[in-house]
């Protein structure tokens, strides 16, 4: 029997915590190998550097003749890994669960068709197929995750507490299908709390603070002089509510142990005294209580062994301290390639067939998305309906032209020429008057209780003082709480009394031998006009402003957040874990989780600007095919985004508030709602890293006034750069994090 897998003083530090300690063993090729010990003992941490996704610290291991430093990649092509929980995709069926990892590990059609039916068969999902995954109950669920950690036949399969949280049935079916394997020539590498399943194992190993205490078959463990040593003899003892009794029976004359067991209590003591002897040191017991004597249990070897381990732990030079070893020594060091396994075992040990390149697992990671966005209603709808939404609410909701602010008037004068004038207010567009006063208290009391916005008294002697020629004024109250509207009202009433008292001086000059300037029909006119004329957006409407605007916005919030989501939530679900021990190449995962969101980002590029020229009647006066190319670049750096927000976000919650942390700048001082020239120079400074600052320039340079490439190369230039820095940072953080 050759070893397949061999540890030599592996150890694993996580800052000044050792989770694993100088642990050294070997397996030997169809074994049932059971690593038992407590919570936190460091299991799964030799687990994960076993199948190549975290680096030992120190010492070495070798799975399959394999170095778990340096051929991780090799590894895991032969290895299957079923992880501690569920970690399989909730929201896709049975069946896409099981194709997904066929894909992944570049199995052909044909030949995922044929192991599909052979783990169908295996696993008796059959009936369960299109069932979605998280409806499946814990045993099935648990078959499932073994399903796919054997697609590809693997010749080592590590389980890290299998059957955790399943009833006694599925446990016990689960163990079959271990059995199974283990008949099939395959290497199980199993961790487990429970001692039933422990004894199950051909050979067992049990870890305890972080180093390997024993190590070794089962029987043979039974049988070690430390657990049951010389001159000493273990029994069983049933009593009533063993639990009280515990403490009396420790304090026995020549007990030296006694531990309960369920309804038992398992006592160590001096061979020299018979059952007999010992019950009749409680006289309650001696009639009711019944003694034999045992063989240990594992229990009784692992709590035996721990306890010494306890008791020591303090005395202990660790780097000294051998386990008591019953399984094979690694002898180091030696050539895995040439000792570890025969010659006919590394023709086995070849790969099988694969389509191995830098993009493994692309197509298996793309397919899966889509499946994703298709089975999450809630998504589509955000995908598809908000933007269209969003882009109809904000181009008709944000309006900048303030008209009709309502507007009371308080008219003393009440003749011909008063009335003139409140006239002339009613007839902008700006100002509505919603009431007639006739008192001053109704006057103030309506723009106190902000029924009017603006109150306009006309003076009792407004027609007599223009009769005479004199300078009269009238009082404009503006309520100033909306700024806006404040100084939309003030520039009206400053506009409309000039163009009255320029009408009224003009009809004095008619009379006069000089007049400053007549027009071309000989009346008499200011020296000056003034004529401005609008460009691009003659009627001033704030959908052409802001809905080209909203293209940017819209696919900026669909690509941050998707992306973001998309690789948080696979990290909250323990799926990325899972996936690390495939595998799957870094830049195929990446790809295969960013193309499908770009793909999707342009559909919606598509639908809003669709949206924005048939709905809102904003016509595109550049090219289209400039807008879409430009609009890619833009989406490249909104996935980049998303990217980065995951990699700083361990939860789904954590990436809402970051991409919220992104969005609000975006929103605020890109220029979208607010003019950028107008902010203070620090702000209008930042508004220079805001990716969608470029692409607002460039939205509307194309759409709005038919501009070209060149015309926008500044704006080019800085989409460009903040493009190739937030990739840059993100792809460097992301290959991080999965390193
Ligand atoms: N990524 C990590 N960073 C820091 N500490 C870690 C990390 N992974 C594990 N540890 C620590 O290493 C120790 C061993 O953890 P490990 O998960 O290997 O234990 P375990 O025996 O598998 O426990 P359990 O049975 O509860 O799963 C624990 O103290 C744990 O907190």
Known sequence: MSSV??????????????????????????????LLGPNGSGKSTIIRMLCGVLQPTGGSAHVLGFDVAHDAEQIKRQIGYMSQSFSLYSDLSVRENI???????????????????????????GDRLD?????????????LALGCALIHEPQVLFLDEPTAGIDPVARRDLWDLLFDLAGQGVTLFVTTHYMDEAERCSDVGYIYDSRLIVCGKPDELKHLPSVTPEGTARFEIETVDPATKLATFRELDGVQDATLFGQTIHVLADQRLSETDLLQQIEEERETAQIRPITPSLEDVFVTLSRAEGLNHSDIDRSTQTPVEVCPKPTSPKSPESEIVSEDQLIRKKPAPTRASLMAGFWAILVKEFSHVRREPATLLFVFAVPVLQTIIFGFAIDTQIENIPTVIYDLDGRSSARELRDTFANTRTFQIIERVFDEDAFHYALQSGKAKVGVIIPPDYSDRLLRGEQVSVQVLIDGSDSQVATTALNASNLLGLNLSTQMAKQFAETLPR????????????????????????????????????VGIILQLVTLFLTSFAIVRERELGTLEQLFVTPVSKSGLMLGKLVPYALIGFVETLIVLTVMVFFFGVPIH????????????????GLGLGMLVSTVSRTQLQAVQFAFLIMLPSVLLSGFMFPRSQMPLPIYLFTFIIPVTYFLEILRGIVLRGADITDLLPHIAGLTLCCIAIIGISLKRFQKQLS
Do not use: M
């Not at 004529?531 to 003659?538: A, F, G, I, S, T």
């Not at 289209?624 to 190319?629: G, R």
């Open 99 to 125: 194709e997904f990892y066929g894909r992944i590990y570049g199995l052909s059609p044909e030949k995922l068709e044929q192991r599909f039916q052979e783990i169908i068969e295996l696993t008796s999902l």
């Open 515 to 550: 007049v400053p300037a007549r027009d071309a029909q000989g009346a008499a006119a200011l020296p000056l006009e003034v004529r401005p004329r609008l460009l691009y957006n003659p009627d001033l409407e704030s959908s052409h402003f802001f809905v080209p605007g909203l």
């Open 5 to 34: 897998i061999q540890l030599n003083r592996l150890t694993r530090n996580f800052g000044s915590l050792r989770a694993v300690d100088q642990v050294s063993f070997e397996v030997e090729r169809g074994a049932i190998f059971g």
């Open 622 to 637: 550049g090219s289209l095919w400039e807008l879409l190319v430009l609009s890619l670049l833009f989406l490249v750096c």
């Open 131 to 143: 069932q979605l995954a998280g409806s499946l109950s814990g045993g099935w669920k648990q078959r």
